[in-house]
């Protein structure tokens, strides 16, 4: 199904030493996720290690691999597009790593900015980035063992947080991450 050697021999060419670790460590923090929610390990695994490769990518470079792109996030811009390398590396994947699975193409799409209705492997990517196994922060361990438990509260906890920094700094709010935040939080009203 998946050449997994040419897509970490791919990864390694794009991404930092650090930065490689880093998307292993989500690959298998994402495969014991997708073990508890009955969702495909394979899936997850892939979806986790590349949810990062355009993370270190250019704006020219991230341009590059829109070229055939129609349509961009109405946000993007050379002042933020650090935070569409999801976005960026989705289209990356299609385009050169023949991912052709939509889950997995929308789980590394929407990893940083969250969306409206998010699929189970959505969450799964989000919740992994956020508390694999080199991430330290107070609270870590209490993340860690919530997202066993229901993949909501880190991804309503990060989106919270996202947006109270960027008003805070007078930025404008993703539309992607407001519908987010909104639609698990109304999921959660009984």
Known sequence: MYDLIFICKEL???VSERRYNH???VGCMA???AK???VDE???YIAGILHDIAKEMSYEDQLKVLEDVSTYPPEFSRRN???FHGWVGSVYAKKYLKITDEDVLNAIR???TGRKNMSVLEKIIYNADCISIERRFEGIEYFRRAAQLDLNIVIIDKLSKAIKESVRKQRRILINTFEAYNDLIDSQII
């Open 12 to 14: 390694k060419s794009k």
């Open 23 to 25: 998307c292993i460590n």
């Open 31 to 33: 495969k014991k996720l």
């Open 36 to 38: 508890i929610y009955s």
């Open 42 to 44: 394979k899936k997850a």
């Open 81 to 83: 597009y650090r935070v």
């Open 110 to 112: 929407y990893h940083t």
